[in-house]
């Protein structure tokens, strides 16, 4: 009997299926008590969290059988003293092999994308009464447009959704390639310059979700980051029609000037807050992403301190980078929000 006959003759057939069987069911048990997304908050959720669980149930025998084989093949057949010059025997194919090993993992294959097919066909059908929403990503933030009757949209830096409207987003991007993510509803798309991308979603879960950008866009990729606030219907319409009301004028919900240091710390429900990338002393905000607000602009002047906030690019600090602050304040703050902020800052910065 040849050295390689002998060696194939011991192969632990069996065993390999039992220690298989044991480690997929383990592998599977793992990847399902893993908690690998944040809570669900669109009806879109379930059914993908459920497709995800399905690959794993998929996928994990795939990889444990080919471990073991690798695992096994390096164990028995590794090179043994005095065989260093020994050449395998040649190896001239196994057809009836290889149409088994291509043939299933095109079945497992076909099967799955089709599945993944017929669920995300599902879950991005056209519903009644959906509701648009235009998306702009630009370096290094995420302007939400809400198309009104009147041709005058509302725009804001902040998402707010009603609970159980359902809501087409049209997605822009205005420099470089963003992707628009709210991890919560699980849908996600690029935002490419030159087309218009699109996907359905419908919130139903209260609350307040990231939206996050998962395409690496430049310097500031990490700092360009939202918040999705799903609110009843009627805080919604609220919300709409506040936003719409002042029509130039303040911000505050109409009685009297906006608070510069709210602002400072909130945002205004339609601008990101300052304090989220600035130190001010005053607001007790830390952050280190932006220049430190204490020592930049002590003692600037009210013109200074507003071109820093409209055109930030327009003069940079030593040791910051050029665009990462957004560009978009002089269009999602008011006029009267503005002042409001310069007023605040240029008394306290330093302070
Ligand atoms: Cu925009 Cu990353």
Redesign the pocket.
């Known amino acids: 009997m040849s050295e390689d006959a002998r060696r194939q003759e011991r192969i632990p057939v069996l065993q390999m299926v039992v220690v298989g069987l044991i480690a997929s069911a383990l592998g599977i048990a793992a990847g399902l008590s893993i908690d690998w997304f944040p809570e669900r908050a669109s009806t879109q959720a379930g059914p993908i969290d459920h497709l995800y669980d399905v690959l794993i149930w998929s996928s994990v025998p795939v990889f444990v059988l080919v471990a073991i084989i690798v695992l096994f093949s390096v164990w028995k057949f590794r090179m043994r003293p005095g065989e260093e010059r020994l050449d395998g025997p040649p190896i001239h194919g196994n057809t009836r092999l290889e149409v088994i090993w291509t043939a299933i993992p095109a079945i497992v294959l076909v099967a799955l994308c089709s599945y993944a097919w017929v669920v995300l066909t599902d879950i991005e059908a056209a519903q009644p009464d959906e509701m648009r929403i235009n998306v702009t990503?630009q370096?290094?933030a995420w302007t939400f447009e809400y198309p009104q009757a009147d041709g005058k949209p509302v725009k804001s830096n902040q998402l707010y959704l009603a609970e159980n409207q359902p809501v087409r987003f049209f997605v822009k991007a205005l420099d470089v390639i963003?992707?628009f993510w709210v991890p919560a509803f699980r849908m996600k798309v690029d935002a490419v310059p030159g087309i218009e991308t699109k996907y359905r979603v419908t919130p139903n879960r209260l609350g307040t979700y990231p939206v996050v950008?998962?395409?690496?866009?430049?310097l500031g990729?990490s700092v360009?980051r939202s918040s999705a606030h799903v609110v009843t219907p009627a805080a919604f319409k609220a919300w709409l029609a506040e936003r719409k009301a002042p029509a130039g004028g303040g911000g505050s919900g109409g009685d009297g000037k906006p608070d510069g240091k709210a602002l400072f710390t909130d945002g205004n429900g339609t601008a990101t807050a300052c304090g989220s990338c600035h130190t001010l002393a005053d607001a007790g905000t830390t952050s280190t992403t932006g220049p430190d607000l204490d020592k930049e602009l002590a003692g600037k002047d009210a013109s200074f301190i507003r071109d820093s906030i409209v055109k930030p690019d327009d003069e940079i600090t030593p040791g910051f980078q050029s665009g990462i602050m957004p560009k978009n304040y002089g269009d999602t703050l008011s006029p009267d929000e503005l002042d409001a902020l310069v007023t605040y800052v240029g008394k306290v910065a330093g302070k």
């Open positions: 990503g370096q290094f963003h992707d950008c998962a395409e690496l866009c430049g990729h360009m």
